[in-house]
């Protein structure tokens, strides 16, 4: 059986859902705490800190999103068990990249806090990830959560999870 990851609406939507989710409340509640703190006040002195914070927040979980499409925008991931191999194609450039299972050396997973704990996400970039597969030979490839979340590959492979605050992704990997 073969599987097909790719960059695609549905994977974007759950990266991104946590960001409104978060936004949402914020836009609510900031407002609605500045009016009690200060009923005198003017509403539109509260309104621009919310605006600036929402930005803040916004921008984070944005220049995430916006780095791991452009790692991932033109890559394809086929996986297939019953042959027990992996390729990895870049669709603009026309490069693919095919290995065995068994030559990946480990699968470094980089996420939050909690997402590792699998519990509640309160910032708009947690449900970010991304992996690292190194193979044994030395190459190394990303896979961000904009493809997969995880990636099962059903043998026994050093696999580590790194939490890391903000899961950017910084360099390319070997199918670029």
Same mark, same amino acid.
């Given at each position: 059986?073969?599987?097909?990851?790719?960059?695609?609406?549905?994977?974007?939507?759950?990266?991104?859902?946590?960001?409104?989710?978060?936004?949402?409340?914020?836009?609510?509640?900031?407002?609605?705490?500045?009016?009690?703190?200060?009923?005198?006040?003017?509403?539109?002195?509260?309104?621009?800190?919310?605006?600036?914070?929402?930005?803040?927040?916004?921008?984070?979980?944005?220049?995430?999103?916006?780095?791991?499409?452009?790692?991932?925008?033109?890559?394809?991931?086929?996986?297939?068990?019953?042959?027990?191999?992996?390729?990895?194609?870049?669709?603009? &450039?026309?490069?693919?990249?095919?290995?065995?299972?068994? !030559?990946? @050396?480990?699968? *470094?997973? +980089?996420?939050?806090? $909690?997402?590792?704990?699998?519990?509640?996400?309160?910032?708009?970039?947690?449900?970010?990830?991304?992996?690292?597969?190194?193979?044994?030979?030395?190459?190394?490839?990303?896979?961000?959560? &904009?493809?997969?979340?995880?990636?099962?590959?059903?043998? !026994?492979? @050093?696999?580590? *999870?790194? +939490?890391?605050?903000? $899961?950017?992704?910084?360099?390319?990997?070997?199918?670029?």
């Amino acid at each position: 059986m073969k599987y097909h990851y790719r960059v695609n609406g549905k994977s974007e939507w759950n990266s991104f859902k946590s960001t409104i989710a978060v936004l949402i409340p914020y836009f609510v509640a900031w407002p609605l705490i500045f009016y009690f703190r200060h009923p005198d006040g003017e509403l539109v002195d509260g309104i621009v800190y919310v605006l600036i914070g929402a930005l803040l927040f916004f921008l984070s979980s944005y220049i995430i999103h916006l780095k791991y499409y452009s790692i991932n925008k033109d890559i394809e991931l086929i996986l297939d068990y019953e042959g027990k191999i992996v390729e990895i194609l870049n669709r603009k &450039l026309q490069i693919s990249k095919q290995f065995r299972i068994d !030559e990946i @050396k480990a699968i *470094v997973h +980089t996420m939050t806090p $909690p997402k590792t704990e699998k519990r509640m996400k309160w910032l708009p970039w947690d449900n970010y990830s991304y992996m690292e597969i190194f193979l044994k030979n030395g190459e190394r490839f990303i896979i961000t959560s &904009l493809m997969t979340e995880r990636l099962h590959i059903g043998i !026994e492979v @050093k696999e580590m *999870v790194v +939490t890391s605050f903000y $899961p950017y992704a910084s360099g390319l990997d070997d199918i670029h």
